[in-house]
């Protein structure tokens, strides 16, 4: 079945360091791609999504390029603050509707 | 415009009651899923449902566990004869139509068992 795996963490990292999250993917057909943030307390935000191979989604700083050819999914982010730590979560849009989750990756950003 | 709303934010309940979570879809949204976050893990997709139609509880368990969408009001995630391992948080999420598109999240109802 479908399938998401992303690096585990904790992650730490200093303020404007760079990031990168790894996070592949097993699926048939063409999924739709995410990365979800979650903040301490709080639900599940989108951060960006791609739809189709080759597409780049980003917002606030964040990138990610959806790879078939190595069925991937990176996000990355060139310099990161104190307020970019969270919970990041890499999923896939099922054909089904369902959305699958990594494990989530936790970030924390040291000043 | 309002988010997806849940409520209580926070259950606590003893072993062997029941446990009620709602869930308020956007406005517009007619389609509404459900996920369970255990401790440290992802979430977990548990129903999907329209309303008054649930389209897929393929990650439902089997027992003690339900959902509605009535036509009218919140859809319900209930689980009855609760236990320890029913604690986790529970989020709703909803879309304005399926396909795998972008859900919108609540907050989550973080439950307690006792």
């Known amino acids: 079945g479908n399938s998401v795996t992303q690096m585990e963490g904790p992650v730490t990292l200093s303020e404007e360091a760079f990031l990168t999250i790894n996070c592949t993917y097993t699926?048939?057909?063409?999924?739709?791609l995410f990365w979800y943030v979650q903040y301490p307390g709080e639900g599940l935000q989108l951060l960006l999504k791609a739809t189709k191979a080759d597409d780049k989604g980003s917002n606030k700083g964040f990138e990610a390029t959806y790879r078939k050819e190595t069925t991937s999914f990176h996000l990355e982010k060139g310099s990161v603050q104190v307020s970019d730590s969270a919970v990041y979560f890499c999923?896939?849009?099922?054909?089904?509707?369902?959305?699958?989750f990594g494990k989530g990756t936790r970030l924390h950003i040291l000043p | 415009n309002a988010g997806v709303m849940q409520n209580p934010r926070h259950l606590v309940r003893r072993r062997g009651q029941e446990a009620r979570l709602r869930c308020s879809p956007m406005?517009?949204?007619?389609?509404v899923y459900w996920y369970r976050q255990l401790p440290e893990e992802g979430l977990k997709f548990m129903v999907y449902l329209q309303k008054e139609n649930i389209i897929d509880e393929s990650g439902m368990p089997k027992e003690r566990f339900s959902a509605e969408f009535p036509k009218e009001g919140p859809s319900i995630l209930r689980i009855q004869q609760v236990v320890r391992g029913d604690s986790a948080a529970y989020f709703c999420?909803?879309?304005?139509?399926?396909?795998?598109?972008?859900?919108?999240f609540g907050d989550g109802t973080r439950l307690s068992i006792l």
């Open positions: 699926a048939t057909g063409y999924p739709s």
């Open positions: 406005k517009g949204h007619s389609h």
């Open positions: 999923a896939l849009g099922d054909r089904d509707d369902k959305i699958i």
């Open positions: 999420a909803s879309s304005p139509q399926g396909g795998a598109q972008p859900q919108h």
